[in-house]
């Protein structure tokens, strides 16, 4: 394994070295431990007699993934990020038969730890305008006890469990009040207790964070070893259907080196694999029916999405993911996101024009019941 060397310099710290390489704390740390001897190893904090740190720079770490596709027909994702805070502009269309409803809004992720996440929304819109209905508005207060949201991750990228539930609990009473404020009914009375009771169940309160139709695209766990070829198919999960377990779909999957533009495009598709029936959905089972109607009908639906990642930590630059299942009334769901990019800001001085890039911000800090 080919690395560099990094020279430490007086008042380097673990974080600053990051900075510089624009490497992750995890990875400077993980590459240097696995390669450096015993008395060298880094913990929480740079040892006094330590001199370099060795290390990959993340492009270099990336080609040799990339040839390694190309040698073995295998793709390793790792799942890396940089400590940073991102902001995406994340679509859901809803489509039910001939009804379609969006909802879009603004998603800011900070990445705190290699696995740790927090989450704010804002800017929302319903059907492409500001929330005018009483329920749309209701849900929209409802969601504002969930962020800041605190996410704890698996090594594939999937949401694993919330870190902050004592404080989505603590802020429930004052947005319950001011709800109330605005709104008063017994029909709100009974919408606010469900909404309580979920907030209440930590359990509860993670199964349906992990129904919402962005976060499960967003933490899709893309992060994985992929077995590439023309027969070889993965499985892919979506919750299409409210209340129910999601829809499996049997998928191809293809990765494409888009050099030009430094990007990887990791790419999905494929049709259900589900094994309940149509009826099995119709009825809400969760499993297919242990009494097994003759010639059960089978599901029927497509799955496609694609990501395109940095060449940088495998970042998610943006992606769309769009699944369907042919019932009376088809059921699709449609889920697109692209990272915004601060543009750099121009100044002009005794007529020179300079372009500035925006402050360095890494370290700066609607849907419960139906």
Known sequence: ????????????TLESISKKLNISLFE???????????????????????KEIKYIPVKDWVQQGLEELKQKNSF????????????????????EGA??????????????????????????LINHQEPDLMADRIALKISQTLFPLELSLDNCGKIFSIQNHREIKNRWPSVKNKIR????????????????????????LLQQIK???????????????????EN????????????????????????????????????????????????????GNYYP????????????????????????????????????LAMKEEQKIEVRAFRIQEPPTLIKEEGIIEIVKPADNKRNRSFLAD
Request: negative net charge.
């Open 76 to 95: 390793s994702l790792d799942f890396n990020p940089s400590l940073e805070k991102i902001t995406y502009h994340a679509t859901v269309t809803f489509y």
């Open 28 to 50: 400077l740390r993980n590459f240097h431990n696995k390669y450096c001897d015993l008395k060298d190893l880094i913990g929480n904090k740079l040892p006094a007699h330590i």
């Open 289 to 324: 029916s242990i009494e097994q109607e003759e010639n059960p009908q089978p599901l029927q639906g497509n799955y496609n999405s694609w990501y395109l990642l940095d060449y940088d930590h495998y970042r998610i630059d943006s992606f769309l993911l769009e699944c369907n």
């Open 232 to 283: 070889t198919l993965t499985n892919k999960y979506f919750p299409l259907i409210a209340n129910l377990l999601p829809i499996e779909y049997a998928v191809q999957t293809q990765i494409e080196d888009l050099a030009e533009k430094e990007k990887i495009k990791l790419s999905f598709a494929g049709t259900v694999s589900d094994t309940r029936s149509y009826a099995d959905v119709e009825q």
């Open 181 to 204: 404020d605005y709104f008063a009914s017994e029909v709100l009375e009974k919408y606010l207790q469900r909404n309580e009771v979920i907030i209440e169940d930590e359990t509860a």
């Open 1 to 12: 394994m080919e690395f560099e060397i990094y020279r430490i310099q007086k008042g380097d």
């Open 211 to 229: 129904k919402d139709a962005f976060l499960y695209s967003f933490f899709n766990g893309i992060y994985q070893t992929y077995q590439l070829g």
């Open 99 to 124: 009804k379609e409803n969006s909802v879009s809004y603004l998603f800011h992720i900070e990445w705190i730890k290699r696995n740790l996440v927090r989450i704010t929304k804002e800017e929302f």
